[in-house]
Protein backbone atom coordinates (compact mmCIF):
# COMPACT_ATOMS: atom_id res chain seq x y z
CA UNK A 1 0.00 0.00 0.00
CA UNK A 2 0.96 3.56 -0.96
CA UNK A 3 -0.36 7.17 -0.24
CA UNK A 4 0.65 10.18 -1.91
CA UNK A 5 0.05 13.74 -1.02
CA UNK A 6 -0.49 16.14 -3.48
CA UNK A 7 -0.57 20.08 -3.18
CA UNK A 8 -3.76 22.66 -4.27
CA UNK A 9 -2.03 25.60 -6.03
CA UNK A 10 -2.94 29.51 -5.90
CA UNK A 11 -1.86 31.00 -8.90
CA UNK A 12 -1.17 34.73 -8.95
CA UNK A 13 -0.69 36.13 -12.49
CA UNK A 14 -0.50 35.12 -16.25
CA UNK A 15 -3.09 32.11 -15.96
CA UNK A 16 -4.81 31.92 -19.25
CA UNK A 17 -1.14 32.37 -20.95
CA UNK A 18 -0.39 28.29 -20.21
CA UNK A 19 -3.07 27.75 -22.58
CA UNK A 20 -1.47 25.57 -25.60
CA UNK A 21 -2.86 27.63 -28.12
CA UNK A 22 -1.50 30.79 -26.82
CA UNK A 23 1.42 29.81 -25.25
CA UNK A 24 2.91 27.87 -28.54
CA UNK A 25 2.71 31.02 -30.63
CA UNK A 26 3.74 33.52 -28.19
CA UNK A 27 4.99 32.02 -25.51
CA UNK A 28 3.87 32.00 -21.83
CA UNK A 29 3.99 32.90 -18.15
CA UNK A 30 2.77 32.36 -14.81
CA UNK A 31 3.25 33.31 -11.22
CA UNK A 32 1.80 30.49 -8.54
CA UNK A 33 2.62 28.75 -5.60
CA UNK A 34 1.49 25.45 -3.75
CA UNK A 35 -0.47 25.87 -0.47
CA UNK A 36 -0.31 23.09 2.70
CA UNK A 37 -3.71 22.26 1.44
CA UNK A 38 -4.02 18.33 0.04
CA UNK A 39 -5.55 15.91 -1.67
CA UNK A 40 -4.33 12.10 -0.81
CA UNK A 41 -4.49 9.04 -2.71
CA UNK A 42 -4.31 5.40 -1.29
CA UNK A 43 -3.44 2.80 -3.56
CA UNK A 44 -2.97 -0.58 -2.84
CA UNK A 45 -3.57 -4.01 -4.67
CA UNK A 46 -6.60 -5.51 -4.14
CA UNK A 47 -6.80 -9.42 -2.92
CA UNK A 48 -7.93 -11.42 -4.87
CA UNK A 49 -11.56 -12.44 -2.78
CA UNK A 50 -14.18 -10.43 -4.17
CA UNK A 51 -16.34 -10.97 -7.14
CA UNK A 52 -15.08 -7.47 -8.97
CA UNK A 53 -11.07 -6.98 -9.62
CA UNK A 54 -10.96 -2.93 -8.50
CA UNK A 55 -12.55 -0.55 -6.47
CA UNK A 56 -12.53 3.47 -6.64
CA UNK A 57 -13.81 5.34 -3.75
CA UNK A 58 -14.52 9.23 -4.09
CA UNK A 59 -17.74 10.75 -3.88
CA UNK A 60 -19.38 7.93 -4.97
CA UNK A 61 -17.45 3.72 -4.64
CA UNK A 62 -17.27 1.97 -8.01
CA UNK A 63 -16.36 -1.33 -8.11
CA UNK A 64 -14.97 -2.87 -11.99
CA UNK A 65 -12.96 -5.10 -13.58
CA UNK A 66 -11.80 -3.71 -16.60
CA UNK A 67 -10.75 -0.14 -16.89
CA UNK A 68 -13.24 0.60 -19.62
CA UNK A 69 -16.39 0.33 -16.89
CA UNK A 70 -14.76 2.86 -14.88
CA UNK A 71 -16.94 5.81 -14.92
CA UNK A 72 -14.22 8.32 -13.65
CA UNK A 73 -12.90 9.78 -16.78
CA UNK A 74 -9.44 10.55 -15.98
CA UNK A 75 -8.75 7.55 -13.79
CA UNK A 76 -10.89 5.09 -16.81
CA UNK A 77 -7.96 7.41 -18.96
CA UNK A 78 -5.11 6.70 -16.29
CA UNK A 79 -5.85 2.66 -15.67
CA UNK A 80 -5.86 2.20 -19.33
CA UNK A 81 -2.47 4.35 -20.01
CA UNK A 82 -0.93 2.77 -16.92
CA UNK A 83 -2.50 -0.74 -17.05
CA UNK A 84 -2.77 -2.29 -13.40
CA UNK A 85 -4.52 -5.02 -12.55
CA UNK A 86 -6.64 -5.23 -9.39
CA UNK A 87 -6.01 -2.10 -7.78
CA UNK A 88 -7.98 -0.40 -5.04
CA UNK A 89 -8.18 3.83 -4.90
CA UNK A 90 -9.28 5.92 -2.49
CA UNK A 91 -9.63 9.55 -2.79
CA UNK A 92 -9.74 12.50 0.57
CA UNK A 93 -8.78 16.32 0.36
CA UNK A 94 -8.62 18.59 2.58
CA UNK A 95 -10.39 21.27 0.53
CA UNK A 96 -13.59 20.52 -2.18
CA UNK A 97 -13.04 20.06 -5.51
CA UNK A 98 -14.87 22.29 -8.20
CA UNK A 99 -13.36 25.34 -6.40
CA UNK A 100 -10.11 26.68 -8.48
CA UNK A 101 -7.82 25.09 -6.22
CA UNK A 102 -5.75 23.13 -9.04
CA UNK A 103 -8.05 19.43 -7.19
CA UNK A 104 -8.16 17.48 -10.75
CA UNK A 105 -4.47 18.46 -11.84
CA UNK A 106 -3.28 17.37 -8.10
CA UNK A 107 -5.58 14.50 -8.91
CA UNK A 108 -4.25 13.55 -11.77
CA UNK A 109 -0.20 14.21 -10.64
CA UNK A 110 -1.20 11.95 -7.23
CA UNK A 111 -2.73 9.35 -9.40
CA UNK A 112 -0.05 9.21 -12.11
CA UNK A 113 2.51 8.99 -9.25
CA UNK A 114 0.76 6.29 -7.42
CA UNK A 115 -0.11 4.13 -10.18
CA UNK A 116 4.40 4.15 -11.51
CA UNK A 117 5.48 3.81 -7.50
CA UNK A 118 2.87 0.62 -7.15
CA UNK A 119 4.90 -0.71 -10.21
CA UNK A 120 8.78 0.64 -8.57
CA UNK A 121 9.29 3.08 -11.22
CA UNK A 122 9.32 6.80 -10.21
CA UNK A 123 9.43 9.47 -12.79
CA UNK A 124 10.87 12.87 -11.80
CA UNK A 125 8.66 15.78 -11.23
CA UNK A 126 8.40 17.50 -14.86
CA UNK A 127 7.82 13.33 -16.29
CA UNK A 128 4.54 13.63 -13.16
CA UNK A 129 3.68 16.89 -14.63
CA UNK A 130 3.68 16.03 -18.09
CA UNK A 131 2.04 12.81 -17.71
CA UNK A 132 -1.14 14.26 -15.95
CA UNK A 133 -1.04 17.19 -18.83
CA UNK A 134 -1.24 14.46 -21.37
CA UNK A 135 -3.85 12.41 -19.06
CA UNK A 136 -6.37 15.52 -18.35
CA UNK A 137 -5.38 17.20 -22.17
CA UNK A 138 -5.03 14.59 -24.66
CA UNK A 139 -6.78 11.38 -23.30
CA UNK A 140 -9.64 12.94 -21.49
CA UNK A 141 -9.85 16.00 -23.87
CA UNK A 142 -10.62 18.25 -21.24
CA UNK A 143 -9.92 21.97 -22.01
CA UNK A 144 -7.82 23.83 -19.82
CA UNK A 145 -3.93 25.09 -19.48
CA UNK A 146 -0.64 23.02 -17.97
CA UNK A 147 0.64 25.59 -15.03
CA UNK A 148 -1.56 23.21 -12.74
CA UNK A 149 0.00 19.83 -13.17
CA UNK A 150 3.57 21.75 -13.18
CA UNK A 151 2.51 23.16 -9.50
CA UNK A 152 1.35 20.31 -8.21
CA UNK A 153 4.14 18.52 -9.19
CA UNK A 154 6.68 20.93 -8.26
CA UNK A 155 5.93 22.45 -5.31
CA UNK A 156 7.11 25.83 -3.85
CA UNK A 157 6.26 29.53 -4.67
CA UNK A 158 7.54 29.55 -8.87
CA UNK A 159 7.57 31.06 -11.90
CA UNK A 160 6.98 29.33 -14.62
CA UNK A 161 7.22 29.81 -18.67
CA UNK A 162 5.74 27.86 -21.06
CA UNK A 163 6.74 27.88 -25.23
CA UNK A 164 6.19 25.35 -28.02
CA UNK A 165 10.06 23.75 -27.19
CA UNK A 166 9.01 22.93 -23.42
CA UNK A 167 8.22 24.04 -19.72
CA UNK A 168 10.52 25.74 -17.74
CA UNK A 169 10.03 25.97 -13.57
CA UNK A 170 11.76 28.28 -11.70
CA UNK A 171 11.86 28.82 -7.91
CA UNK A 172 11.16 32.69 -7.28
CA UNK A 173 14.02 34.67 -6.19
CA UNK A 174 12.70 36.52 -2.95
CA UNK A 175 13.89 36.17 0.57
CA UNK A 176 11.62 33.89 2.68
CA UNK A 177 10.53 37.00 4.82
CA UNK A 178 9.25 38.71 1.70
CA UNK A 179 7.35 35.46 1.10
CA UNK A 180 6.31 35.85 4.47
CA UNK A 181 5.24 39.08 4.31
CA UNK A 182 3.50 38.43 1.96
CA UNK A 183 1.32 35.67 2.66
CA UNK A 184 0.42 37.57 5.72
CA UNK A 185 -1.25 40.22 3.58
CA UNK A 186 -3.08 37.44 1.83
CA UNK A 187 -6.82 35.96 2.43
CA UNK A 188 -8.48 32.91 0.99
CA UNK A 189 -12.66 32.99 1.02
CA UNK A 190 -14.48 30.49 -0.49
CA UNK A 191 -17.65 31.99 -2.06
CA UNK A 192 -20.20 29.61 -2.00
CA UNK A 193 -20.36 28.84 -5.38
CA UNK A 194 -19.05 25.96 -7.07
CA UNK A 195 -17.95 25.96 -10.85
CA UNK A 196 -17.54 23.77 -13.84
CA UNK A 197 -14.45 24.59 -15.13
CA UNK A 198 -14.18 22.70 -18.29
CA UNK A 199 -16.99 24.90 -19.25
CA UNK A 200 -15.62 27.99 -18.25
CA UNK A 201 -12.13 26.87 -19.92
CA UNK A 202 -13.99 25.72 -23.12
CA UNK A 203 -14.83 29.46 -24.16
CA UNK A 204 -11.73 30.79 -22.76
CA UNK A 205 -9.87 28.78 -25.13
CA UNK A 206 -12.02 29.71 -27.99
CA UNK A 207 -11.89 33.68 -27.12
CA UNK A 208 -7.65 33.28 -27.11
CA UNK A 209 -7.95 34.87 -30.68
CA UNK A 210 -9.57 38.25 -29.34
CA UNK A 211 -8.24 38.43 -26.25
CA UNK A 212 -4.50 38.32 -27.26
CA UNK A 213 -4.06 42.30 -25.80
CA UNK A 214 -5.58 41.14 -22.15
CA UNK A 215 -3.12 38.01 -22.61
CA UNK A 216 -0.04 39.79 -23.11
CA UNK A 217 -0.88 42.04 -20.27
CA UNK A 218 -1.33 39.64 -18.01
CA UNK A 219 1.89 37.54 -18.89
CA UNK A 220 3.58 41.02 -18.38
CA UNK A 221 2.27 41.37 -14.89
CA UNK A 222 4.33 38.44 -13.80
CA UNK A 223 7.59 40.03 -14.18
CA UNK A 224 5.52 43.03 -12.92
CA UNK A 225 4.88 41.33 -9.58
CA UNK A 226 8.30 39.33 -9.13
CA UNK A 227 9.96 43.35 -9.34
CA UNK A 228 7.44 44.22 -6.69
CA UNK A 229 8.34 41.34 -4.30
CA UNK A 230 11.93 42.04 -4.55
CA UNK A 231 11.45 46.05 -4.13
CA UNK A 232 9.50 45.24 -0.94
CA UNK A 233 6.39 47.45 -2.20
CA UNK A 234 4.23 44.54 -1.20
CA UNK A 235 0.77 46.43 -1.06
CA UNK A 236 1.63 47.04 -4.66
CA UNK A 237 1.43 43.11 -5.06
CA UNK A 238 -2.73 44.09 -3.79
CA UNK A 239 -2.75 46.13 -6.33
CA UNK A 240 -1.74 44.64 -9.43
CA UNK A 241 -3.93 41.69 -8.28
CA UNK A 242 -7.07 43.85 -8.81
CA UNK A 243 -5.28 44.55 -12.51
CA UNK A 244 -5.23 41.09 -13.24
CA UNK A 245 -8.75 40.48 -12.11
CA UNK A 246 -10.19 42.93 -14.37
CA UNK A 247 -8.09 41.70 -17.38
CA UNK A 248 -9.21 38.34 -16.54
CA UNK A 249 -13.32 38.58 -16.26
CA UNK A 250 -12.75 39.98 -20.04
CA UNK A 251 -11.75 36.61 -21.08
CA UNK A 252 -15.28 34.88 -21.24
CA UNK A 253 -18.31 35.91 -20.01
CA UNK A 254 -18.64 33.24 -18.08
CA UNK A 255 -15.97 33.89 -15.46
CA UNK A 256 -17.80 36.07 -13.49
CA UNK A 257 -20.89 37.26 -13.21
CA UNK A 258 -23.40 40.07 -10.97
CA UNK A 259 -23.05 37.99 -7.65
CA UNK A 260 -19.56 37.36 -7.82
CA UNK A 261 -18.59 41.40 -9.26
CA UNK A 262 -21.33 42.41 -6.18
CA UNK A 263 -19.19 40.22 -3.62
CA UNK A 264 -15.86 41.72 -5.02
CA UNK A 265 -16.93 45.09 -4.88
CA UNK A 266 -18.41 44.73 -1.10
CA UNK A 267 -15.05 43.07 -0.55
CA UNK A 268 -12.82 45.74 -1.80
CA UNK A 269 -14.80 48.72 0.40
CA UNK A 270 -13.91 46.55 3.39
CA UNK A 271 -10.60 46.55 3.14
CA UNK A 272 -9.00 44.59 0.39
CA UNK A 273 -6.44 46.50 -2.46
CA UNK A 274 -7.44 43.06 -4.71
CA UNK A 275 -8.13 40.21 -5.15
CA UNK A 276 -9.52 37.49 -7.83
CA UNK A 277 -11.38 34.06 -8.22
CA UNK A 278 -8.79 31.31 -8.44
CA UNK A 279 -9.07 28.85 -11.49
CA UNK A 280 -10.73 28.90 -14.52
CA UNK A 281 -13.70 31.24 -12.38
CA UNK A 282 -17.37 31.52 -11.88
CA UNK A 283 -17.04 30.45 -8.41
CA UNK A 284 -15.00 28.49 -5.80
CA UNK A 285 -12.11 30.27 -3.61
CA UNK A 286 -11.36 33.72 -3.95
CA UNK A 287 -7.76 35.07 -2.97
CA UNK A 288 -7.79 38.62 -1.49
CA UNK A 289 -4.91 41.00 -0.61
CA UNK A 290 -6.02 41.86 2.09
CA UNK A 291 -3.42 44.51 4.65
CA UNK A 292 -2.84 42.86 8.18
CA UNK A 293 -4.46 45.33 10.33
CA UNK A 294 -7.74 45.30 7.89
CA UNK A 295 -8.41 41.76 8.31
CA UNK A 296 -10.07 41.26 11.19
CA UNK A 297 -13.16 43.51 10.20
CA UNK A 298 -13.10 42.68 6.70
CA UNK A 299 -13.62 38.85 8.03
CA UNK A 300 -16.37 40.32 10.98
CA UNK A 301 -18.03 41.97 7.85
CA UNK A 302 -18.10 38.63 5.59
CA UNK A 303 -18.95 36.17 8.90
CA UNK A 304 -21.18 33.99 6.93
CA UNK A 305 -18.02 33.29 4.59
CA UNK A 306 -15.47 31.02 5.08
CA UNK A 307 -12.19 31.86 5.77
CA UNK A 308 -9.15 29.39 5.32
CA UNK A 309 -6.17 29.61 7.22
CA UNK A 310 -3.13 28.73 4.81
CA UNK A 311 0.92 28.81 4.09
CA UNK A 312 2.81 28.36 1.25
CA UNK A 313 4.49 24.99 0.74
CA UNK A 314 7.63 23.76 -1.55
CA UNK A 315 7.81 19.88 -1.09
CA UNK A 316 5.44 19.47 -4.37
CA UNK A 317 3.61 15.40 -4.97
CA UNK A 318 5.36 13.58 -2.28
CA UNK A 319 4.89 9.34 -1.39
CA UNK A 320 4.26 9.55 1.89
CA UNK A 321 3.87 6.36 2.89
CA UNK A 322 5.02 2.91 1.43
CA UNK A 323 4.47 -0.09 2.80
CA UNK A 324 3.10 -3.69 2.81
Given amino acids: MLITR ?10 GTDFYDYYSKYG ?9 KYCYLSIRP ?48 DLPASSGIGSSSAFAVGLVQGLYALKGEFPDKMELAKQAIYLERDLCE ?12 FGGFNRMDFSSEGFKVTPLD ?8 LKDNLVLMFTGFTHFSGAVAEEQKK ?36 HTWELKRTLSNRITNYDIDL ?4 LKNAGALGGKLLGAGSGGFMLLYV ?27 KIIYQGQ
Wanted: charged share 25%.
Fill in 6 to 15: TPFRMSFFGG
Fill in 174 to 181: VSKERLSE
Fill in 291 to 317: PKERQSFLKQTFSEHRFIPFSFENTGT
Fill in 28 to 36: GSVLSTTID
Fill in 207 to 242: NIPSTLSQLDEMKCMVDVAQDILRSGKIDDFGRLLN
Fill in 263 to 266: LYSR
Fill in 142 to 153: EAGGVQDQLAAA
Fill in 46 to 93: LPPFFDYKSQLTYSVIERFNTADEVRHPLVRAALKYIPTERIQIAYDA
